[in-house]
């Protein structure tokens, strides 16, 4: 096990497993489909200009769903290890679920969009819109231009993840390195690791199944988030 103390600068990346227990799926436990729709027909920026309205009710459907689920104990745990190492604690997540939020985490950077938000593709201006008259499938227009079509707040594959320069100082001069519920398979999230490794940093794994990237973390704890991760967190604040 790492040596971790208050001083320990830690970066943790969590991905689509971390929220499993919540009762949100995760890409791959559906051979690579995404609550049943092939991913270049929701999560890219061609399926919304050549698509809008399936692309639109996917996503009002994701929101919705925000509404009936809550974290888990390996969203509080992070929270509590946050409480531990204050400043030098970052969590990076892949999720775009609002439940590392909800959970109470603070220093938190979502590199792939929220779901809770809507952006106009005109004015740029973001709006954290989850009233029941912004989750229904009409589209919801920008009170800023009058565009007629916010567009999700989502990085979709072939964007550009957000804060990009921020994530990359911080796994740079981290000392541990964390992975919580992730494949391995999204770049460049996937590649965090290499980065981390590369300055020095200890890697640790907690994953249900056997990442891609398996071979990169110094240690590798197989099983559930929401049980493992309360367990470690305690060890390491105690
Ligand atoms: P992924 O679906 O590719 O992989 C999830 C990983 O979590 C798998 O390796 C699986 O073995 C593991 N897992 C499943 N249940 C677990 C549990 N209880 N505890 C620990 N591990 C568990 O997810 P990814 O690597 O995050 O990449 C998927 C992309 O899909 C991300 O970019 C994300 O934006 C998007 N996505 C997000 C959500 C969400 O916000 N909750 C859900 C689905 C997809
Ligand atoms: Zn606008």
Same mark, same amino acid.
């Given at each position: 096990?790492?040596e971790?103390d208050?001083?320990?600068?830690?970066?943790?990346?969590?991905?689509?497993?971390i929220?499993?227990?919540s009762?949100?799926r995760?890409?791959r436990?559906?051979d690579g489909?995404?609550?049943?729709?092939?991913?270049?027909?929701?999560?890219?920026?061609y399926?919304?200009?050549? /698509?809008?309205?399936?692309?639109w009710?996917?996503?009002?459907a994701?929101?919705?769903?925000?509404?009936?689920?809550?974290?888990n104990?390996?969203?509080r745990?992070?929270v509590?290890?946050?409480?531990?190492?204050?400043?030098?604690?970052?969590?990076?997540?892949?999720n775009?679920d609002?439940?590392?939020?909800?959970?109470?985490?603070?220093?938190?950077?979502?590199?792939?969009?929220?779901?809770?938000?809507l952006?106009?593709?005109?004015?740029?201006?973001?709006?954290?819109?989850?009233?029941n008259?912004?989750l229904t499938d009409?589209y919801?227009?920008?009170?800023?231009?009058?565009n007629e079509?916010?567009?999700?707040?989502?990085?979709?594959?072939?964007?550009?993840?957000?804060?990009?320069?921020?994530?990359?100082?911080?796994v740079e001069?981290?000392?541990?390195?964390?992975?919580?519920?992730?494949?391995?398979?999204?770049?460049?999230?996937?590649?965090l690791?290499?980065?981390?490794?590369?300055?020095?940093a200890?890697c640790?794994?907690? /994953?249900?199944? /056997?990442?891609?990237?398996?071979?990169?973390h110094?240690?590798f704890?197989?099983?559930?988030?929401g049980e493992?991760?309360?367990?470690?967190?305690k060890?390491i604040?105690?």
């Open positions: 096990m790492a971790i208050s001083n320990t600068k830690v970066v943790v990346l969590t991905g689509a497993g929220s499993a227990e009762g949100i995760t890409f436990d559906a489909l995404w609550e049943n729709h092939a991913i270049e027909d929701v999560a890219t920026p399926a919304w200009q050549a /698509n809008p309205e399936l692309v009710q996917f996503y009002q994701r929101r919705r769903q925000l509404l009936g689920v809550e974290p104990s390996a969203h745990a992070l509590d290890l946050e409480r531990f190492l204050g400043d030098n604690f970052l969590l990076v997540t892949q775009v609002d439940l590392h939020g909800r959970a109470g985490s603070k220093n938190l950077i979502h590199m792939h969009g929220e779901l809770r938000i952006r106009c593709e005109k004015c740029h201006e973001t709006f954290d819109y989850m009233s008259e912004h009409q919801v227009a920008c009170p800023s231009c009058g079509r916010l567009r999700p707040h989502i990085v979709w594959f072939h964007e550009v993840p957000l804060q990009m320069s921020e994530i990359y100082s911080a001069q981290c000392d541990v390195f964390i992975t919580i519920g992730t494949s391995g398979h999204v770049y460049p999230a996937a590649g690791i290499e980065v981390a490794r590369q300055n020095g200890y640790i794994g907690i /994953n249900l199944d /056997n990442p891609m990237n398996i071979d990169l110094d240690e704890l197989q099983g559930k988030a493992l991760l309360p367990k470690y967190v060890k604040i105690n």
